[in-house]
């Protein structure tokens, strides 16, 4: 088979778990071709963002600390983790170029005082560079063939939108499939860093947080795979988050559709372009994790068998949101008016996640997190606030609650159980939204209301009986 497994920050994190990672890819390249994809080790990229901040405020001393840190301990990981003293010398002069490197790019961009998206992409990339070194090194440290290769290596092309970049994905097939059918002739395991591509100029770019799920179907989808493996530290999708139901349990079987709605949510983030590359090939993906490989994890494919598509899969819910409540006599009627507030609110960078109008037209509630709240109201004041809007309603630390999965579709009574829920456990709902796909049917609830309405709905699906 050929395989890309993607290993997520937290499964490379100390000597032990990358040891193990190496000994599970050596055994599992006997019979399949590898590609590794890799996020940067847990808290780099979180301290390369730091680092960007702290240059914008002007505190090298910070930012150079920051950097100080992230190279201490990549060179303690490399200590602890290659055997072979040939092997770990030529990782640690690597490892002292790139700090080399990064310091003089800190330097350049306090010089300048200018923290560019262009820039920011370019300081972000050296999580992911530091990361593949390592976990190459590893592979190599147990006597197998192995090499390092950015995104931009690779071949992965993307458009000029630094900080959220897109694939061109004719030129990147093109490009990917070359460099890597040449590595596989040479019977050696490619391992590439993710989030990270360049545009057409060469400029490093990134697919923004989580990004490296996205690589690694980018990557599955040029070389038409046979599976694609998201490997991290939780066994798959659940049914619940487990911290706040007990009895939550691993789905074995989700469609696509399912799964996208679901890592907008759950436990497990995913980045939410990862399925794209995806469906126009089919190719099915697990949700695994890298501590428990005896565990098969969540299947996620195209078409899952019939008895797994007539099922609600899980509760999920995302707390710590704000409700904007949007009304005005003269939104009725008129055309544009849904037009203006969200021009307004894309043109201030703010993501709605939740929209919601009653056919009277009077009023549209919107839901986004409570860090943009602020900057929401006061864009929507400053600019509509007495012409279309009348008034402005929020509310503050609201919980979305989603009931997802395919078995929803067509099935009468299934908002009856969820509300009739919400009235046995005396919850209130501020908002209601289910899409005409009926995969998907949230409402919004206090934050203090979460944990009891998602334990009810558990209970009420019987979602722990599931497989
Ligand atoms: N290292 C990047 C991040 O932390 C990308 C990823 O982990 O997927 O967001
Ligand atoms: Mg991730």
Known sequence: MKLVLKYGGTSISSAKDI????KHIRSLSKQNHLVIVCSAISDTTDDLIEISQSIKKENKKKAE???????????????????????????????????????ALIDGMVLLGEVTPRSMDYLFSFGERLSIQLISA????????????????VGIVTDSNF???????????????????????????????????????GHVTTFGRGGSDYSATIIGSCIKAD?????????????????????????????????????????????????????????????????????EGTQVTSSPS?????????????????????????????????????????????????ISQNPSESSITIVVKNKDLDKAVNKLEMELLGKIIKKLEITTDMAIIALIGSGMRGTVGVASKVFGAMQKNKVNVSMITQGSSELNLAFVVKNSDAKTAVQALHNEFELSNIN
Request: glycine fraction near 6%.
């Open 138 to 153: 590893a592979i190599n440290d147990l006597g197998k063939k192995s090499i390092a290769l950015t995104g931009k290596e």
């Open 163 to 201: 900080g959220e970049s897109k694939p061109l994905m004719d030129t990147t097939r093109l490009r990917v499939s070359k460099t890597l059918d040449s590595v596989f002739l040479k019977k050696t395991i490619p391992v590439i860093g993710g989030f990270v591509g360049a545009d057409q100029h």
């Open 19 to 22: 040891q193990n990672v190496a």
């Open 227 to 295: 599976e694609i493996w998201l490997m991290s530290d939780v066994d798959g999708l659940m049914t619940a988050d487990p911290k706040i139901v007990k009895n939550a349990k691993l789905l074995e079987e989700v469609s696509y559709v399912e799964a996208i709605e679901m890592a907008m949510f759950g436990a497990k983030q995913i980045h939410p372009r990862t399925f794209e590359p995806l469906l126009a090939k089919k190719i099915p993906m697990k949700i695994r994790s890298s501590l428990n490989v005896e565990n």
């Open 306 to 354: 019939i008895s797994v598509r007539n099922t609600v899969k899980c509760v999920s819910n995302v707390s710590h949101n704000g409700l904007i409540d949007i009304r005005g006599g003269s939104m009725i009627g008129t055309p544009g008016t849904a037009a203006k507030i969200f021009a307004t609110l894309a043109n201030a960078g703010i993501n709605v996640m939740m």
């Open 65 to 103: 600390q920051l950097a100080k840190n992230i190279g201490k301990r990549h060179q303690k990981l490399a200590k602890e983790t290659i055997k072979k003293t040939s092997i770990r010398k030529k990782l640690l002069q690597t490892y002292d170029e790139y700090f080399t490197e990064l310091t």
